[in-house]
């Protein structure tokens, strides 16, 4: 039976190969159509990626160590009618040894120039799913009022006590992809 979490809550995974799947529903005519995007970032001890490659997204879709594959872009969140939007499918037993925490964030695309944000999307969620069952292991609702935010930290996968635990985040940003790569990588962008 899947948990149901509430925002800050952490369990431990229990879990070696999953599927993280995130989910959202924009609203109808608010003009522009949505485009959200997953991305992982795979953090070190010094809460930045070690290199480039560490940050999974649809530009990106595998880490280097092989640990993390991008299910790739859904632009019109058509997907979440029948399923997760995107999914994230993670294997903890080939993370790289330098990397303590992976987290998922989900950004809308161009927000600012569209002025759309995460008050006009509804059903957001996080999930995680064994891939050996097919089973749904736990999943985080985002039911807070994210009116003026264009990016959510949904959850986090973490090392603690050599041990993969899970927590809900639930933190909203008025920022965009660029604002997350400043923050957690600190090298030069190859384009």
């Known amino acids: 039976m899947a948990i149901n979490l509430q925002k800050g809550q952490r369990v431990d995974i229990g879990l070696t190969k999953m599927s993280v799947g995130l989910g959202w529903q924009p609203n109808e005519g608010t003009g522009y159509a949505f485009d959200l995007d997953a991305s992982a970032f795979m953090i070190d001890a010094n809460h930045l990626i070690p290199v480039e490659e560490f940050f999974v997204f649809y530009g990106n879709t595998d880490s280097p160590d092989t640990a993390l594959h991008h299910s790739g872009d859904d632009p019109t969140g058509g997907n979440s009618a029948e399923g997760d939007d995107e999914i994230i499918q993670v294997d903890l037993s080939k993370v790289d040894a330098r990397i303590q925490e992976i987290i998922f964030v989900v950004t809308i695309y161009d927000a600012f120039a569209r ?77």
């Open 115 to 191: 002025r759309q944000n995460y008050g006009q999307v509804r059903n957001s969620y996080i999930r995680i799913v064994d891939d050996a069952t097919g089973s749904e292991v736990l999943k985080y609702e985002l039911g807070e009022d994210f009116s003026i935010e264009t990016a959510v930290e949904f959850g986090r996968l973490y090392r603690r006590d050599n041990r993969w635990r899970f927590e809900a985040s639930g933190v909203g940003y008025k920022e965009d992809l660029a604002f997350f790569l400043s923050k957690y990588y600190k090298g030069q962008i190859i384009k």
